[in-house]
């Protein structure tokens, strides 16, 4: 039974998220990230020399091996993303990438032969997402009945951040998918399933291997310590991703970037900034602070597993030097944790049946997450803050620390004028009839 449920939650979520998803680049990130993705399946090789015009502007990467440009990212995203191309790929148009701007006004560059292929590898996230939502659901299954279960997927999956984010190219959802992947399998004593899950979430986010509490839970209740080859694995696959591109193991290509020892500053700006906040963007994960302690006074192990990840992953989101994602919606940084923290949340949920009040109070938090993923939707974001702050001397800082003018009041400002094929989605521009692609 519980197959037959995780099954057409896959479905559901895949379908609602690919009909969504943008299939299309936004930013400099994803376009790095596709470049590599298309050389590795047109060419064999990881460069994206033809982006050293955008390298000199933003910093996408470092020259290695072989005097080439890679890209700074990590392989998870880019082999995933290559492997649907070529078996999507078609002989029609080639895709091009219309550059922003505000970035340079070379106008149009092709990155790709095949549009088609290219439209689906870039909605390759609607799959992790949907994983994600699948994962979360069989986990919860195990503990709560099927009506808290079922609510609680559906409050993450449509009414927080992670459907912006599986709409779009980042590599974060598929380290967010196999993250919650990896707690299911600690959560059913298979340690070495939990082990190489996290390996492999560490593919697309290295810093997923603070996940170590999750197998650690696993390996203890098994006593199978040997179970940690899978996450051993995945930091193989890094360390030679790594040497192909710059020869070298410990080299990603972020140059001076690092982390940075103002971590007050950033736990204010991912936790409760106008701009950024986690609970501004997915409101109903507050009730992951009462989940949390719910689930600990009941199940200590696997709370303490999943409450040390998330607060792991904050402090380390928070000490970033660029803590606030970037030019980028929402709280990218800590989006591989959000199912972690659904998961937390659905105790809260599960107590508020029978109580009213309590039920109003997650159904308004749930909607509330609802109502900004659909104002992200109704059209590109970046445009809201690419005219506030480029064109109309908004200062950046204020678009993440004011609330009149956060990312989120532009964006809603911008809707003034809005019209139906400013939709944020590629298929839903197309369906519409006369808005093109």
Sequence with gaps: MNRKIAILCFLAFALFYGVTSRADLQLTDEAAVFASAVSLA????????????????????????????YAKYFPGNIFSAAAVYRLAQSTDAPFLWHVPQDISEIGAVELASSNRGARVALALNAVFGALAMTFLLLLLLRRFDWKTALVTVLFVGVGTDW??????????????ALLIASLYFADRRQPHASGLTLGLSLLFRPTNLIGLPIWLKAAWDKKSLGSVWGILLGGFGLALFNWIRFASPLNFGYREESFTPNLLDGLYGVL???????????????LAIPGAWLFYKKQKSIALAAALTAIFYILLAASWHSWDGGWSWGSRLLTPILPLLGFLSAPAIDSAWGRRGDLAVALILALLGFGVGLMALAANPLDSLVNAVVYNGVDYNLTVNSVQNSWLALQIQSLKDWRLCRLDAYALRLWLGNCGG
């Design 42 to 69: 047109e060419q064999g090789n990881l460069s994206i020399d033809e982006l050293r015009w955008l390298d000199k502007i933003i910093n996408l990467g470092d020259t290695g091996v072989g005097g080439h440009l």
């Design 163 to 176: 459907w912006y984010q599986s709409r779009g190219f980042l590599s974060e959802v598929g380290a967010g």
């Design 272 to 286: 409760l900034s106008p701009g950024r906040s986690l609970f501004l963007y997915s409101p109903i994960l507050t």
